[in-house]
């Protein structure tokens, strides 16, 4: 009779410490077939719908869950993850007083955490999983906002990395953080633009901006990365 009574006690505070922790998940899913290719063309940008098929960077789905002090985000995309100098995964996961992100490069992996209120030193490190078709990683959390104010990824292939004016592939989850969002039509691939999902609708699209490639600085993204890494390897 103790015995059970004792039993009984701890499935009650089990019950309550599992209950008092708070979880928070979202899923952004993407369709297939949205890869766009940008290149420069007489110093503007145009971008397409990809002629060529590139699922190891076709982004299906991006999610994020924050459970016990911990945010993980997953990326999946309808092939298999490569490692590749050219390609780059990445995501972000913002709040009102923390920012979160995660680079894949060439098996270069990075997780970082900065709070933005207290100037406080990032929190770095390279928790990173692949399997297959996706891409997984943990890290504590920073702040004390657990609501995401903005939570995006994206994964894209360059002909040569950091070069600025390269030409690139990529998908962006939601589509409104493409580059060529908003120009012309939505340039989500999803068939809603002008009969075709294409900017422009005729599978073009143009850019004016030729301070560098959009969406992402390349260069700054490796040089960043670069430097993180270094610090990382140096804490451990």
Same mark, same amino acid.
């Given at each position: ?22 979880? &928070? ?42 459970? $016990? ?23 972000? =996961? ?24 207290? $100037? ?11 399997? #297959? ?19 995006? #990824? &994206? ?10 004016? &390269?030409?690139?592939? $990529?998908? =962006?989850?939601? #589509?409104?953080?493409?580059? =060529? ?5 939505? @340039? ?6 002008? $009969? #075709? @999902?294409?900017?422009?609708?005729? @599978? ?11 969406? =992402? ?20």
């Amino acid at each position: 009779m103790k015995l059970c009574k004792i039993s009984m006690l701890m499935i009650g505070v089990l019950v309550l410490l599992l209950s008092s922790i708070t979880v &928070s998940a979202e899923t952004e899913t993407d369709p297939t077939g949205d890869v766009y290719h940008a290149k420069m063309i007489d110093s503007v940008w145009s971008y397409q719908l990809s002629v060529d098929s590139k699922p190891y960077i076709d982004i299906t789905e991006l999610t994020y869950t924050i459970s $016990g002090g911990q945010l993980t985000l997953s990326m999946k995309v309808s092939g298999n993850i490569q490692s590749s100098e050219n390609i780059a995964y990445m995501a972000w =996961f913002n709040t009102s007083d923390a920012t979160y992100q995660m680079y894949l490069i060439n098996d270069q992996k990075l997780v970082m955490g900065m709070n933005t209120e207290n $100037g406080s030193m990032p929190v770095m490190n390279s928790d990173i999983t692949i399997s #297959g078709d996706t891409i997984t990683c943990s890290i504590e959390l920073v702040g004390t906002d657990d609501t995401s104010l903005e939570f995006w #990824g &994206s994964a894209m292939e360059y002909t040569e990395i950091g070069i600025k004016n &390269s030409e690139w592939w $990529g998908d =962006f989850t939601p #589509g409104t953080y493409a580059p =060529f969002w908003g120009q012309d039509g939505d @340039g989500d691939g999803d068939g809603d633009t002008n $009969g #075709g @999902g294409d900017v422009n609708g005729d @599978g073009s699209g143009s850019g004016t901006d030729g301070d560098g490639t959009p969406g =992402f600085e390349a260069i700054a993204v490796i040089t960043a990365l670069a430097i993180a890494i270094i610090i990382l390897r140096r804490r451990k």
